[in-house]
């Protein structure tokens, strides 16, 4: 497994919430990983990336404020540190190792995909 991600949970609205990927050495050396997230019946939305040295980070403006992404090279991880959750944040989130070492908003950037990981946000 190249991608591991961890940290589902069912939160209620406003509530907080941090998701886990761990990704080999190999697939992850060197370029970004992103978080993605794709909720029923919608297409796969970019949420947050980070660069391959954690310098540069990238959100969609609707999470702009309330995630953080973060990584530790030295652990291969990327978390998302998810705040003041709303339900439609509610969706399964995947992580990615991008083609390069920037983040970009587009899933066509990024050739390893994880396991989905299920986030649910009550009203």
């Known amino acids: 497994v190249q991608l591991q991600a961890s940290g589902r949970g069912l939160v209620q609205a406003g509530g907080s919430l941090r998701l886990s990927c761990t990704c080999s050495?190999?697939?992850?050396?060197?370029?970004?990983v992103g978080w993605f997230r794709q909720a029923p019946g919608k297409e796969r939305q970019f949420v947050a990336g980070i660069s391959w040295r954690g310098s540069g980070t990238l959100y969609t403006d609707s999470v702009k404020g309330r995630f953080a992404i973060s990584r530790d090279s030295a652990k291969n991880t990327v978390s998302l540190q998810m705040n003041n959750l709303k339900p439609e944040d509610t969706a399964v989130y995947y992580c990615?190792?991008?083609?390069?070492?920037?983040?970009?908003?587009?899933?066509?950037?990024?050739?390893?995909w994880g396991q989905g990981t299920q986030v649910t946000v009550s009203s």
């Open positions: 990615a190792a991008g083609r390069s070492p920037h983040p970009t908003d587009n899933a066509i950037d990024y050739n390893y």
């Open positions: 050495r190999r697939t992850c050396s060197n370029n970004a």
